[in-house]
């Protein structure tokens, strides 16, 4: 249908030609993007909370690449066809407001956020899950069965980590066992802090008297960087230098054996256990 006959038909016409040239394009690029891109998207699947992490990812990916290409496909058949061609003809149909292509965008724009938000929330809080983020003193989403608790301390410009289990050691090192749910507290000594297992999927803001419980799994041995993702001071961007390791049970057991005896004698000198700590200044202003 050429620009100068019925607008009403040529933009049909035109919007057609759009819709099938879309579904090729996409029947092809959607399924190699979800194919050989998918498997490669952070956080990776080191942990039950990572693995399930990239799965939002990856359909979220899946959903977007076809309207992306809805996009371009449209703005490219606009250069092709509806440029100005010199001739003082119109260089494009009047498009009109159009109700079908208006209902059709709103349904499949409920539809997607109706199928999207009930699967990234049961994948991310959803039973026998434990969420990869903090939830506060009261966690709604837990893991089964029984946890291994560490406390993540953060302060200017660190983090240690106590082991209530096992006497209430604080190592400098985050040692957890392979296959065990861990039962992170996250708080702080000072100023606001934010622990990021980067490779763990894990991320907990470090607030001084709160309490953060964020879980873990992890499904594979291996080191895990950890960052300090809050603006926290002077110092903020040396709190890198913290890894976690994540090790088979029986490594754990000898690693956490060792570090009892070497904190066998500054036990005394740390407060009891606790979820938060308010550490008496040194100094006061009067």
Same mark, same amino acid.
């Given at each position: 249908m050429s620009s100068d006959g019925d607008p009403d038909r040529a933009e049909i016409s035109h919007g057609r030609r759009i819709f099938f040239i879309w579904l090729i394009v996409a029947g092809i690029v959607t399924p190699l993007v979800a194919l050989f891109v998918t498997p490669y998207l952070p956080p990776g699947d080191a942990s039950v909370q990572a693995n399930n992490q990239? %799965?939002?990812?990856? $359909?979220?990916?899946?959903?977007?690449?076809? $309207? $992306?290409?809805?996009? @371009?496909?449209?703005?490219?058949?606009?250069? @092709?066809?509806? *440029?100005?061609?010199?001739?003082? *003809?119109?260089?494009?149909? @009047?498009?009109? %407001?159009?109700? *079908?292509? /208006?209902v059709w965008w709103i349904i499949g724009t409920c539809l997607i956020v109706a199928f999207v938000v009930p699967y990234g929330t049961w994948q991310w809080m959803g039973p026998g899950v434990g969420s990869g983020s903090a939830q506060g003193p009261k966690p709604i989403a837990t893991p089964p069965g029984e946890t291994l608790e560490v406390q993540v301390i953060g302060q200017q410009w660190q983090f240690t980590y106590r082991y209530p289990s096992f006497g209430g050691i604080e190592t400098q090192e985050l040692v957890i066992p392979e296959d065990q749910y861990v039962e992170l507290?996250? /708080?702080?000594?000072?100023?606001?802090?934010?622990?990021?297992?980067? %490779?763990?999927?894990?991320? =907990?803001?470090? @607030?001084?008297?709160?309490?953060?419980?964020?879980?873990?799994?992890? /499904? *594979?041995? %291996?080191?895990?960087? $950890?960052?300090?993702?809050?603006?926290?001071?002077?110092?903020?961007?040396?709190?890198?230098?913290?890894? =976690?390791?994540?090790?088979?049970?029986?490594?754990?057991?000898t690693w956490i054996q060792q570090q009892t005896e070497l904190n066998e004698g500054l036990l005394a000198y740390l407060p009891p256990y606790a979820h938060i700590y308010y550490p008496q200044p040194f100094y006061r202003g009067d």
């Open positions: 990239q %799965g939002i990812n990856a $359909i979220l990916l899946v959903l977007v690449v076809p $309207i $992306i290409l809805g996009c @371009v496909v449209y703005v490219f058949y606009s250069f @092709v066809l509806f *440029r100005d061609r010199g001739d003082g *003809r119109p260089d494009s149909p @009047v498009l009109r %407001g159009n109700r *079908r292509v /208006t507290h996250v /708080t702080s000594l000072d100023v606001n802090h934010s622990f990021w297992a980067v %490779g763990l999927a894990l991320k =907990a803001d470090a @607030v001084n008297g709160a309490d953060n419980v964020v879980f873990v799994s992890a /499904t *594979r041995a %291996g080191e895990f960087k $950890i960052r300090c993702a809050e603006l926290c001071g002077l110092w903020h961007g040396e709190m890198y230098q913290n890894d =976690a390791r994540v090790v088979p049970e029986a490594e754990f057991q």
